[in-house]
């Protein structure tokens, strides 16, 4: 390379530098620093943790606890105050603003809310509950439906009429089995010489188990 692109090279740089210094003043005109306090309008009290921001950007920040603000905003930008239960507020900064610093209180106006009508009925009196109660007829409720599905003898006759299950059936084969495999090659014992046996069968007649219901 030789020296007459050498210095091509430098005095492109040094222009754009000086483009980009241009530009960066001639921005920096444009910023200001923006600082207030957001109030109530009725009340002139602080709004704490309002949402500030840039209106068309995600530039922005909160009122702290006691209401204050400050960040760097165009003179050109709008500015949206919104916080939850007041009305949100597009605010512009005057055109004669002098300087890179203004301060101002911004004003937020309660917002309203229109509510269906309700009908307030005081609780009835003791009489009252007893004439309705006593004069309703009330619907059968599930415990009652329970109950009445759990009686008794209509239990006794779906338990007469039921057949034996597979593992019912299967549990008799398999005790009958059983039975043979352990009186293998000697007599098995005849049930009714059996003592323990007629006492058992003793014992039920006198509690009446074996009484036909």
Known sequence: MNKLAVIVVILMAFLG?????????????????FTGFVVSLDSAKTIPFVSIRIQGSRRGTYSDMQGYF????????VIVFSSIGFEPKYYTFPKDIKGTRFKTVVTLAEDTFMLAEAVIISHPTPEQLDYMFSRVAL???????????????????????MESDGSENARYRFNDYANKAYYNGQPQPIPVLDIAAWSKFLKSLEKGDLKRK
Do not use: C, W
């Open 70 to 77: 400050s960040f760097v905003a165009k003179k050109s930008d």
């Open 17 to 33: 530098s000086t483009q980009h210094l241009k530009a960066q003043t001639r921005n920096d005109s444009d910023l200001v620093q």
């Open 139 to 161: 619907p059968d409720d599930g415990y009652s439906l329970a109950m009445q599905n759990l009686r008794q003898k209509p239990l006794s006759e779906m338990a007469i009429n």
